[in-house]
């Protein structure tokens, strides 16, 4: 084993692997791979094998669709059979609600590039023949689906990797992580130490393990999972005999089953409802080639609807079932990336669909490592989206929720009920009997809408229980006035002599004066955006920060990344340490004034001023800014104040008509405003002039901020999309986001958030085109639940277009 490598990979499964082989492909050539006892050891040798592009995520489909294709090209360069077979695959829906689904997911694909088709259920059962075509109402079929060989695709992986130049090392156990001063991590196994400047966890059912090691607490759990497999079937013989081929995949949702053909039988598979979690606190490190012992009962329910659905499996033996344990995040999504804290050491756990995502995990690390960035839209799959609030106990409940909802449904207005409620904020309890229905973002409980007695949200693709009642609050706003709780954004305060310099180096915008607040684009090196902040002046050398609430780990990772060490600048996130409340629409001001001593008067206190202020006995940040696009005002106070603010504001706005109002009505509000969201509208994939916000960015100011020389370059050769705001002709249901936008009877382009705008009265939504035809006055329609709807380019938004209200 050498003693210094530049990269040092903990873990042979099929993700370290890929890993691996991607590190090497793109010129890191000194490289290692340490495995603890044989390839495969871990969650990867008894997997299925199967694999498919579909995603309910387009990004993690992209990189699924990368992952399939890429399997020829290990195959042909290791020389290394991997057994592949790509039968197609046929997803099933028993309900409408589900055929609704498998819709979106179509139209998704459809950007994309993906090749599915809806077909009917006798469709389904000429090509998939096991299938009782009465259970359905219809199903999509995705040609490029199949299976593998688990373990040969990994060793591919791994002799491709090496043929490039890696060294492997298998029955050699990392058993601790120290990183030196100097940066470097040692690497310290039970047959020697090696220095490495990047060490990768890839330990899989272990990740947790080498995560303590450097004191992480990942937020990851293994699960049980079990498959069977039948004895050979007539029925499947008779089928490969008269089409020649195999029997295609088969994904039943509402059985929770996914099947596929085993030499002469069928492989079963389910999540079931009765999940049960494995090794809860630690993994033991003799735990390998074993299996767990099967719970048939446990998977009776799923089994039962698999008879019925598939009625040939009623007369098929079991030949066999697998039970084995593999890793899940609490939203089933990989956790990959780099650290915040830990330079060096990063992560690729949690990978739940190896053999689908493998290659893009290793594909988007490999980038991340060697050029700083994963080069595609990770955000999905990014370690950074969770902190250190996402606890072992939390991480156990979400996961066997996520786990047991594998194949479930979730609305666009369901939220899950477990590891809730988390975090509370001291008025929690009051919106609570003020009728708040809660959603839970970044951990905190954060009011959605706020019903009457005995109504609350029925969960549908379509409006539902809450539209009139979210309604009711965004024309309250509108009218009146607005109150509602934005303890959810992150806060940042950036102090010191330094700190002017720095944001004028890490902000794209312009650092406004003292007492004045800017919106300020974050980039990085290739122009994209990867923050939208609000900027806020306190003093010289005291500046507070806010963005977006579920990015805050991720924007800490940025920011302490590029920190000087001479101390001269420190960043402080909040959390719910600082907490808010907004107060917006026509009576705002009037409602305020009543309980400050502040002169707030158009001309006293400007849209963008912030100043140190009293509201009634608490004191309190006032900025005069409201994402609402209205006059409106933030007020930020320690949340010992909340309650007492809360109060006091709601009693002052009584008597001017001022309603609480919650995130729906707030999205509902923005979007007639055309103001794009963090996660949604901004992504790192997206430039400045692309997303309407070149106007933020001082291309002009003397700083050499990071991203201006992209910036310059997308000003001149003007990007490749626009972000547009479209009114869009729809009936019973609105866009949430990713359906297609169709120009001229082609789809070009996606939507990326939606809804209905209450006080426009219209449906609306906001998404990327291409820039060509960006300012098309005609030719638009956006794909919802199966049908095509006119849709109508906003080229002003539909709210206070000149912002007279909101400057007022
Ligand atoms: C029953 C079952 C069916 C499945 N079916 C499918 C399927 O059809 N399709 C699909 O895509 N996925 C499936 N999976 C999931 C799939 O197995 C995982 O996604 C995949 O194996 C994850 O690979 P990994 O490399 O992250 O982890 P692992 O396979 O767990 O590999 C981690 C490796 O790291 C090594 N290691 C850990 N710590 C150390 C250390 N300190 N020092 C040295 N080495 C260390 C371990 O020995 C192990 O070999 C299934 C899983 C199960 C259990």
Known sequence: MKSHAKAVVIGGGVVGCSVLYHLTKFGWTDVVLLERSQLTSGSTWHAAGGMHTINGDPNVAKLQQYTIQLYKEIEELSGQDIGLHMTGGIMLAATEARFDWLKGI???????????????????????????????????????EGHLDPSGTTHAYAKAARKNGAEIHIETRVEDLVQKPDGTWRVITDKGEIVAE????AGGLWAREVGRMVGLELPLLAMEHMYLLTDDMPEVAAHNAATAKEMLHAVDFDGELYLRQ???????????????????????????HELLAPDLDRIAPSLEVGFRHFPAFQNAGIKQIINGPFTFAPDGNPLVGPVAGLPGYWCACAVMAGFSQGG?????????????????????????????????AYTNAKVRENYSRRFSIRYPNEELPAARPLKTTPIYDLMLSKGAQMGASWGLEQPLWFAPEGVSDSFSWRRSTDFEHVGAEARAVREAAGLMEISGFAKYTVEGFGARDWLDTMLAGRIPAEGRMTLAPMLKEDGKLIGDFTLANLSAERYFIAGSGIAEEYHMRWFEADLPDDGSVTVVPHGVGITGLSVAGPKSREILQGLTRTDLSADAFKFMDIAEAEIGMAPVILSRISYTGDLGYEIWCAPEYLRYLFQAILEAGEPHGLKLFGLRALNALRLEKGYGSWAREYRPVYGPLEAGLDRFVALKKEADFIGKAAALGEKEDGGALRLRTFVVEAKDADVIGDEPIWFNGEVNGWVTSGGYAHASNVSVAMGYVPKEIANEETGWEIELLGARLAAQLQKRPLFDPDGARMRG
């Open 106 to 144: 179509l139209a998704k694909g459809r950007y994309l590039g993906l090749e599915a088709e809806l077909v009917t259920p006798a469709e389904a059962a000429e090509l998939m023949p096991l299938i009782d075509p009465s259970q359905f109402v219809g199903a999509l079929y995705d040609p490029v």
């Open 198 to 201: 990047h060490v990768v966890n």
């Open 262 to 288: 085993e030499r002469k039988g069928m492989l079963m598979g389910t999540y079931e409802k009765a999940c049960v979690p494995w090794s809860e606190i630690d993994t033991p490190w003799d735990f390998g």
């Open 360 to 392: 893009g995990v290793g594909l988007a690390l490999a980038n991340w490592m060697i050029e700083g960035d994963p080069g595609f839209d990770v955000f999905a799959m990014d370690v950074a989206r969770y902190g250190n609030w996402a606890t072992l």
